[in-house]
């Protein structure tokens, strides 16, 4: 009986001490703090043994991502307002005769400056552009990050700034969090963009920290139920309720979701939930085959353009039809 109590007390110790651990890594990944020298972001192989040492026990520690490179072609900064009252920092790239207006969503740990090649392509299409940094990241204010759950209300503030200047044609695109961020703020906000492009959402946010553990070669179970544990608790979220596939069943517009075969991150199962999940008569699914989870439009660049503007010379259809697919 010594022996079994003694091998409960480790087991127990154990647990203790693996949730200490993955409460610190839940903050951490949901954490920028301040970056007044505007460090940029480094890669993993650059941290000291030191740092790799306390990112692997507690977490790395990440600093706001740094604005870098900025639009080659005139562009307005613009000052936004979230719910919270902090400010967002974007860039509004006026088109001459504009088609519409696309409003830019970037991923997680990432600014604006990210997304410039697919920014200036919707430029040259001839649209206005709006693209803007999420709170914790970039310019803007704050340093807590929920993954795209929060972030609902900086696109709103976006999509209203557009909307305040009687836009009729507000297209919506969004890269991995971003994206996952536009399906949620949809039926959230009631917003009625008359496009949305996805490029590799996540299908759930428990999909998503699978997802960062498979490509860091950790076992995901049960770190990733702890993780979301701790996570929702520090945020003050649901996180196991944050469901992107679930939110599309409430998108009827034209969609189209791009999705890169090597992805490690973001599986075919999710991308093909979240395509059957959406209710438009009008939904395309494209693959780019030599993409991981990354920006298609520099990696399948010439793919990527032809997709873009196909999708968005389209005609709107008045009747149902069967979806455009293309999953190889």
Not at 35 to 56: D, H, Q
Not at 203 to 230: C, F, K, N, Q, T
Not at 287 to 311: D, L, M, P, Q
Request: hydrophobic fraction near 40%.
């Amino acid at each position: 009986m010594k022996i079994v109590r003694r091998a409960l007390n480790i087991l127990l110790v154990l647990f203790v001490l693996l949730n200490i651990i993955l409460a610190f890594q839940a903050y951490r990944f949901t954490y920028f703090y301040d970056n007044p020298n505007l460090i940029r972001t480094r890669k993993a192989s650059e941290y000291s043994t030191g740092e790799k040492i306390e990112g692997a026990l507690f977490g790395m520690k990440f600093l706001k991502p740094v604005v870098g490179a900025k639009p080659t072609v005139p562009f307005e900064t613009v000052k936004l307002t979230n719910e919270l009252g902090q400010r967002l920092e974007a860039w509004f790239i006026p088109a001459e005769n504009p088609r519409g207006t696309v409003i830019l969503c970037h991923g997680h740990a990432q600014t604006r400056s990210n997304i410039l090649p697919e920014t200036e392509y919707f430029h040259q299409l001839g649209f206005n552009t709006l693209s803007f940094d999420f709170r914790a990241h970039g310019n803007s204010g704050g340093n807590i990050c929920t993954i795209g759950y929060d972030e609902t209300s900086d696109l709103k503030a976006a999509y209203t700034f557009v909307e305040r200047s009687h836009e009729k044609n507000i297209i919506l695109w969004g890269v991995s969090m971003g994206a996952a961020t536009i399906l949620k703020a949809v039926p959230e906000f009631n917003l009625k963009p008359t496009r949305v492009i996805l490029e590799c959402p996540f299908a759930s946010l428990y999909d998503a920290v699978e997802g960062r553990l498979r490509s860091m070669h950790v076992p995901p179970h049960p770190v990733s139920e702890l993780l979301m544990v701790w996570g929702g608790l520090e945020r003050s979220m649901w996180s196991f309720g944050f469901q992107p596939a679930e939110y599309a069943r409430s998108l009827s517009m034209p969609v189209l979701l791009n999705w890169g075969a090597k992805d490690p991150r973001v599986l075919r199962d999710e991308t093909e939930e979240i395509f059957a999940n959406l209710v438009s008569s009008q939904k395309q699914l494209v693959v780019f085959e030599n993409s991981g989870h990354e920006s298609y439009c520099v990696r399948e660049g010439a793919k990527w353009k032809e997709t873009i503007g196909g999708f968005l010379k389209a005609a709107p259809l008045t009747e149902a039809v069967e979806p455009m697919v293309s999953l190889r």
